[in-house]
């Protein structure tokens, strides 16, 4: 007889305080194993039989080895769908759900967005900014691009999945779109902000694409895109950043050099945090 929920679920729990490993992530695999729709399902259904135990215990081999439960399934949820990730591609943030929300409330403070507007989203990853923006602004022309050919393929499957139309073009910052001549109405992006090795937990650090994650020495995206703004702006031009608290400073200091005739303004996060720069070029 197959055992119950409970018994799996207090089995692998007991593991993961040995191993120190969140309990959400039991209740996260054994949701993505049975296909139940919430990581609260478990306790809900901890009295019937587990139907795909092995499956299970097959993911959360994964999981102890260090994989994130994401990649072990190769799903991520964000603002609803349901996103193809895998080691190519950063784990798509709530951070990042956030500044979409964020910018949606916020739109209308620049332009009416049932407009036609042409969008960017640079440094795409698994395509979760522009398959939020198509979603939230189903007219606007969006293009993701990424320097990394990875995770381009990774966010073509995306939008495969979900039939959005969004263009793909793969380089550095805003040169792909220099090259097509695309003149934007908006940036919006999610660079590379983490100062150093140091700065990620190991979890993060093990895993998740280098490229997506460190600022590194050189300019940055944020320092790439001041620089270029004036190639692919058409008429005014409203960039949105997700940054890190510790680039407030760097950040002002690049757009008083780089930038003329701008608005800026720096948002907290739901931890009260700086966590996104709205730039209003007039
Ligand atoms: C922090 S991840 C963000 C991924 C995704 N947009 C998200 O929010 O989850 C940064 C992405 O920028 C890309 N990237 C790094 N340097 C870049 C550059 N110079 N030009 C374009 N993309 C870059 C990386 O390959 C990575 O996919």
């Keep these: 007889m197959a055992n119950k929920v409970d018994t799996v679920y207090r089995k692998a729990l007991e593991e993961a305080k040995a191993l ?85 409330e916020r739109i209308y403070d620049y332009y009416d967005p049932r407009n036609y507007l042409v969008a ?18 189903p007219n606007w022309l969006v293009t993701a691009s990424d320097i990394s050919k990875g995770a381009l393929e990774v966010a073509k499957t995306n939008f495969a999945k979900y039939d959005v139309s969004v263009n793909v073009l793969e380089g550095d910052a805003l040169e792909p779109y220099i090259a097509q001549n695309i003149a934007l109405d908006i940036i919006v992006s999610n660079p590379p902000y983490v100062k150093s090795r140091a700065e990620a937990d190991d979890i993060v650090r093990n895993n998740e694409p280098a490229s997506a994650l460190y600022i590194g020495d050189g300019l940055s995206v ?16 409203l960039m949105v950043f997700e940054i890190d608290p510790w680039l407030v400073d760097n950040l002002k200091r690049w757009m008083e050099e780089n930038l003329q005739d701008y608005e800026a303004d720096f948002v907290n996060d739901l931890r009260e945090m700086p966590r996104f720069l709205f730039v209003y070029l007039h």
């Design 222 to 237: 944020y320092q790439k895109i001041f620089r270029d703004y004036k190639k692919v702006k058409k008429g005014s031009l």
């Design 120 to 137: 960017a989203d640079i440094g795409t990853g698994s395509g979760c900014i522009a398959l939020g923006l198509k979603n939230f602004f």
């Design 20 to 104: 120190d490993i969140e309990g959400g992530d039991v209740r996260w695999l054994i949701m993505e194993a049975e296909s139940y729709h919430s990581p609260a399902d478990v306790i809900y259904y901890r009295d019937k039989e587990m139907r795909h135990e092995d499956l299970f215990w097959a993911y959360w081999e994964k999981r102890k080895s260090g994989l994130p439960v994401q990649y072990v399934t190769g799903k991520a949820p964000f603002l609803g769908f349901d996103l193809f990730v895998d080691q190519r591609v950063l784990i798509p943030r709530q951070e990042t759900e956030e500044m979409l929300a964020t910018l949606s």
